[in-house]
């Protein structure tokens, strides 16, 4: 059949990549794509917020599949535009796609249907919101209820700043209609990881974990990201905290969607904090991670466009998922300046000598290609990413890629995956020093 993937992403270009190696493929479409994907499908000019756009297209190529890759499309329900014209698209329909796009759904579902998660309070009014803040314990957790591209969440020591926070959000309104109602919520300690579960409504097959990096320097210090690197699997999830997290979280809210009549298809990403009272949820998202599908695909055994059909037509009773044991690790490198301001147009050097390297993927995330060079054009510019048979030979094999590359002003951490081989204990400062 033909494919259509939604996104330009390195997550994009990691799914092309993995839906390429499938026999049922014929002709495979990215919209709007980057520099690297372009290499394994024909990429589209087409916004992938453009959901007018890209049905018309899907039409006239007689897509078979669609796969939506970032999460605002699916939230403005193109899932449930391209069904009413027959279409077959993999993701969540509109209603169902509120896990993500409304935290306040997402909190009230989470509660309906006993899943653990942070003590919270929702509010659509400033002044009850500013009250509440004068009787709360903190550090104390303030996040806009809508989508606000990864800027939404805002971590409070005091009072001061749990109200500054309120401010910007309610009465400033940094994010628009996104900030109308805001939750407000206990802050939880311990390590994060994302769960993936794709779902047909009725039934699920759980991924492998992930951890991703979210914060721009070593040792998890400065500002958020979109993730700058990810490893899996994660001696967080050992198979027990697997099993708790598809029985207490995963199994309830299909089961719970499912039975108010809002089936979940697509993947539900449960992003996670492991304390000290068991795995509580941070949030969904209803779609693959960027960068933990980087690190996902290469291990799975499966055909990933066959697990996507199922999961589209009901069938994933059966299914059961396959995984490479090896380790795998991706580093983001990204523009100098990410995630404030930076420069893009740069020439990235040394692409062509990574890419005959044994076990390693080069993704391509903020790329273009002008008059035949690969040029960065974006924060996140490339998801390096290498196996190994042990998280630390995958942690030697990515970075021994990674130092072949090279463009102005690039930034990469280098501590990515050291938390794993350090469990439970301190990591290894000696290692990390090394890479
Ligand atoms: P989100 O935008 O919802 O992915 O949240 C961004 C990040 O904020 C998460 O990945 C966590 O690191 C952090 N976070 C969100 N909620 C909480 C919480 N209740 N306690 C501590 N950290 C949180
Ligand atoms: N890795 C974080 C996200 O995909 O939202």
């Known amino acids: 059949m033909n494919i259509l993937v939604i996104g330009s992403g390195g997550r994009e270009h990691a799914l092309v990549w993995k839906i390429r190696q499938s026999p049922l493929v014929k002709k495979l479409y990215c919209a709007p794509g980057n520099g690297g994907i372009e290499e394994m499908a024909e990429c589209v000019d087409i916004a992938s917020d453009d959901i007018a756009g890209l049905l018309k297209f899907a039409k006239t190529k007689k897509i078979g ?34 896990l993500e796009g409304s ?16 003590a919270f309070q929702s509010f659509d009014n400033y002044e009850t919101a500013k009250s509440f803040l004068e009787k709360a314990q903190y550090p104390i957790v303030v996040k806009a209820d809508g989508l606000a591209g990864g800027k939404g969440v805002m971590l409070c020591d005091n009072l001061l700043k749990a109200q500054e926070a309120v401010d910007q959000i309610m009465k400033q309104k940094i994010f628009k209609e996104a900030g109308a109602k805001i939750v407000v919520e206990e802050c939880l300690k311990g390590e994060e990881v994302s769960i993936l579960a794709i779902s047909d409504g009725n039934n699920f097959v759980i991924l492998d974990g992930a951890q991703d990096h979210k914060r721009i320097f070593d040792d998890d210090i400065g500002p958020n990201t ?7 699997p994660t001696p967080f999830v050992d198979e027990e ?13 299909i089961r719970g969607m499912r039975r108010e009549g809002i089936p979940f298809k697509g ?10 009272e068991g795995p509580k949820v941070l949030e969904f998202n209803v779609r693959f991670g960027d960068p933990e599908t980087q690190v996902l695909l290469p291990r799975l055994k499966n055909d990933l466009v066959e697990m996507m059909a199922a999961s589209c037509e009901g069938r994933l009773e059966d299914m059961h998922l396959a ?23 740069f020439e990235i050097k040394g692409l062509t000598a990574v890419q005959k390297d044994l076990e390693t993927i080069v993704f391509h995330s903020g790329t273009k290609k002008e ?19 042990t998280i630390e030979e995958a942690i030697n094999h990515v970075y021994a890629s990674v130092e072949k590359i090279s463009f102005t002003r690039c930034f990469f951490r280098r501590d990515i995956g050291a938390k794993a081989f350090a469990h439970p204990r301190k990591r290894s400062k000696a290692i990390t020093r090394n890479l």
Not at 267 to 276: F, K, N, R, S
């Open 371 to 389: 008059d035949g060079n690969v040029v960065t054009a974006g924060g996140r510019v490339l998801g390096v990413t290498a196996l190994g048979d």
């Open 241 to 253: 905290m697997l099993k708790t997290i598809e029985t207490r979280i995963i199994d309830p809210v």
């Open 65 to 98: 599949l669609t796969v939506v890759g970032p999460e605002a499309a699916l939230v403005a329900g193109i899932v449930d535009a391209f069904e009413k014209e027959k279409l077959m698209i993999f993701g969540p329909s509109k209603r169902a796609a509120r």
């Open 323 to 345: 995984w490479d044991k090896r380790r795998c690790v991706c580093v983001v490198m990204s523009s100098g300046g990410y995630p404030g301001k930076y420069e893009a147009g």
């Open 267 to 276: 993947v539900l990403y449960a992003g996670i904090m492991i304390t000290e």
């Open 103 to 118: 935290k306040v759904f997402a909190k009230e579902a989470m509660r309906e249907f006993h899943v653990p998660t942070a």
């Open 226 to 232: 979109g993730g700058m690197g990810a490893y899996s």
